[in-house]
């Protein structure tokens, strides 16, 4: 297969699979590290934006998908099961139909963003809507994997994470050095998790000399981590970190702890100054929990707890095109314009 062939193949050595196992793969990772010019200027560091939004099905689950399915297909089971707050489900359910096995996902109902449900949908995935949260999703589908035939491909899967470490190792062989501080929008706790086992093999195993800081933010609304205790009822724009119990809360705490990190809440209101901040400034069209790094690293900039002079990636997470109600709040309707380029030219006050 020509050209990038997707993380299991790229990381030959790093992943282990089960013998005679068939890849399934869309080709995911090998995302753009993009140098940012103002959030470095702002700043005061040197700041690049991992744009996950770039995988195959518009998120970095990709990552950890490939890895989950080519193990489950190989375990002769017909079918696989998740919870989801979208991006999970989207990306499940597109690498299930590849690997041609059913895919089952447990969403909260009406708080998946359109495009996500718009995914699972196209996929052919079966969609099952629960009166509850992601917290009362996940727990539902971790019962019905271990009572029944079905595999379970949340992070909890333990496979899920070692695919989504690539995004750290990519990192690294791209920058030739690991970042100083690496700035994560946190809900399952599942990705700062794998990001700092990543680091740290990287940095056991001599590749780097160093392993950064981990900044983990949440939405004010849902910030268990940060409060030190689950949230019963959790709230925010950003429904893909509307998580109040994250599953991988011990490997979040190690991973703040060991690299001397922090956790810390921004507002939906700052959040969302981040999304508009990122597509307009920089170009990069991310969801809003993907901007709830971004709202981190300017938090954290201001107040001087992030250093001057450090060099600091912050991951985006999922494509702005998931949620597109969000990007059109506020928007009632699109200028109308008769057919006439005098019409435009006063329009666009060129004439
Ligand atoms: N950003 C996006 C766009 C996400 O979809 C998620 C998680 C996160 C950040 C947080 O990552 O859970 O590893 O801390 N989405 C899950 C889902 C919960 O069901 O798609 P995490």
Request: net charge negative; aromatic share 6%.
């Amino acid at each position: 297969q020509p050209g990038w062939p997707g993380i299991i193949r790229a990381y030959a050595d790093r992943i282990q699979l089960p013998e005679g196992a068939k890849v399934v793969t869309l080709h995911e990772g090998g995302t753009p590290l993009v140098a940012s010019d103002y959030l470095s200027d702002v700043t005061g560091c040197q700041v690049y934006v991992k744009v996950e939004g770039a995988n195959p099905t518009g998120s970095f689950k990709d990552r950890g998908m490939t890895v989950a399915m080519t193990h489950a297909l190989a375990s002769g089971i017909k079918a696989v099961i998740c919870a989801s707050t979208g991006n999970t489900s989207a990306s499940a359910a597109a690498y299930a139909a590849k690997a041609g096995l059913t895919a089952a996902v447990l969403v909260p109902r009406g708080k998946i963003a359109l495009g996500k449900l718009a995914q699972a949908v196209a996929h052919g995935a079966r969609i099952l809507q629960i009166d509850g949260n992601f917290d009362d999703c996940l727990e539902l589908a971790a019962k019905t994997s271990a009572e029944y035939p079905i595999t379970l491909v949340n992070s909890v899967n333990p496979v899920r994470l070692v695919g989504q470490k690539t995004a750290a190792w990519e990192i690294c062989d791209v920058l030739g050095r690991a970042p100083d501080v690496h700035c994560l929008p946190v809900g399952n706790a599942g990705n700062i998790t794998a990001y700092w086992r990543g680091y740290s093999d990287y940095a056991t195993d001599g590749v780097v000399g160093s392993t950064p800081r981990m900044f983990g933010f949440q939405a004010a609304g849902a910030a268990p981590l940060v409060l030190g205790e689950p949230v019963a009822d959790p709230e925010t724009i950003a429904t893909a970190i509307r998580v109040g119990s994250p599953a991988s809360w011990t490997g979040a705490v190690t991973a703040k702890e060991q690299s001397g990190g922090l956790f810390e809440a921004v507002t939906d209101e700052k959040i969302l100054e981040a999304y508009r901040l990122l597509a307009s400034r920089e170009g990069i069209f991310v969801e809003p929990a993907s901007a709830t790094s971004v709202a981190g690293l300017l938090a954290t900039a201001a107040d001087g707890r992030l250093p001057g002079g450090s060099v600091v990636v912050c991951t985006v997470t999922g494509h702005g095109l998931k949620d597109p109600d969000t990007a059109l709040l506020g928007v009632t309707e699109v200028e109308p314009v008769p057919v006439d380029p005098g019409a435009v030219a006063t329009a666009l006050e060129l004439a």
